[in-house]
């Protein structure tokens, strides 16, 4: 017998119990079986749990950590926070991030919603796992433009076109370099009806989807040509730790303001957090200061990444609020 209850207290919690986990009855019908208030029903189903009576047991599939993903949502004040299991290599593991993130969008998508489309190897991954969600008429707008020094399933333009491949949806891309020479050239491409007609699709997407860069000599800025190795490293020397869509930011989330933001032809963080629903994908061994970076920033709302970039994460933020910081 659970600790506790008295033998009367025992049978009637398991009839209650039995009533709403077997033979799936709400808690209307058991209260009118009972002769009990539905708020009774209710508490004497939490009592049953709480007492042992119902020992509930979830089979999850190997590798799902549904307490790291809560503690994770929680720490950030993240809507969702989804977990991909950790992989032996780095390839195997992007693999796993982009298909978890891909169900996670396809579960998010509805009828005709538009979303704007970031960069980057994680959302390529993304792409490349897409199969398409019941909802119609999907539009995805690139939200920076590309660089042809990359791969090309990189650029914000192939992942939009290929997730609306995916979904019989429309892609409308962006036709300008992900950086410019200075100000004035970003300023008059964005003036053009062709450019700036994108950057306004992508600023009223309900949904963003952005990848989180990192800051090493090997990043995705620097292997596009979009900054040089010694522009990324004064940007670590000013406490830059990660970037999304070109806008880098210290430990704390703080943007760091630098020249070169002039010439980024991406949705900036403000316009970003006017979007509804920003979702980051991220995985790499090199990413969990950028990853706390980015989410002390406060612009994204669901964060798809790999299992030990969600514990290093995590303690990172436990060792910082022990330091102070």
Do not use: W
């Not at 991030?97 to 959302?123: I, N």
């Amino acid at each position: 017998m659970p600790v506790g209850l008295n033998p009367d207290e025992h049978e009637l919690l398991a009839r209650i119990a039995y009533r709403s986990y077997v033979d799936a009855r709400t808690q209307g019908q058991i209260a009118e079986e009972f002769a009990l208030s539905r708020p009774k029903v209710g508490r004497l189903l939490e009592r049953a749990r709480t007492t042992g009576v119902v020992d509930i047991h979830i089979d999850t599939p190997r590798g799902l950590d549904l307490d790291l993903e809560d503690r994770l949502a929680e720490a950030f004040g993240l809507r969702h926070a989804i977990v991909a299991p950790a992989a032996e290599g780095a390839a195997e593991q992007r693999t796993l991030v982009g298909r978890s993130a891909a169900r996670y969008l396809e579960r998010r998508l509805t009828d005709g919603v538009r979303v704007a489309v970031g960069h980057g190897r994680d959302l390529a991954a993304l792409a490349g796992a897409f199969r398409g969600p019941a909802a119609t008429g999907c539009v995805f707008v690139s939200a920076m433009g590309g660089s042809p020094l990359v791969d090309a399933p990189t650029n914000p333009n192939e992942i939009a076109r290929a997730l609306a491949d995916a979904s019989d949806g429309t892609a409308h891309s962006l036709y300008a370099p992900a950086y410019v020479a200075d100000g004035q050239v970003r300023d008059r491409l964005r003036e053009q009806d062709a450019v700036g007609g994108v950057f306004d699709l992508a600023a009223g997407a309900a949904l963003a989807l952005v990848g989180i860069g990192g800051t090493d000599d090997e990043c995705t800025m620097v292997r596009s040509g979009c900054l040089s190795a010694a522009e990324i490293a004064r940007l670590r020397a000013r406490g830059a730790v990660g970037d999304v869509l070109g806008t880098y930011v210290d430990a704390s989330g703080r943007a760091i303001t630098a020249p070169h933001l002039e010439r980024v032809m991406a949705l900036s963080l403000e316009e970003l957090r006017r979007i509804p629903a920003v979702v980051a994908v991220a995985c790499g061994p090199e990413k969990p200061l950028a990853i706390l970076g980015v989410l002390r920033a406060g612009i994204v709302d669901a964060l798809v990444v790999d299992e030990p970039n969600a514990r290093a994460v995590l303690e990172l933020a436990v060792t910082d609020r022990a330091q102070g910081s």
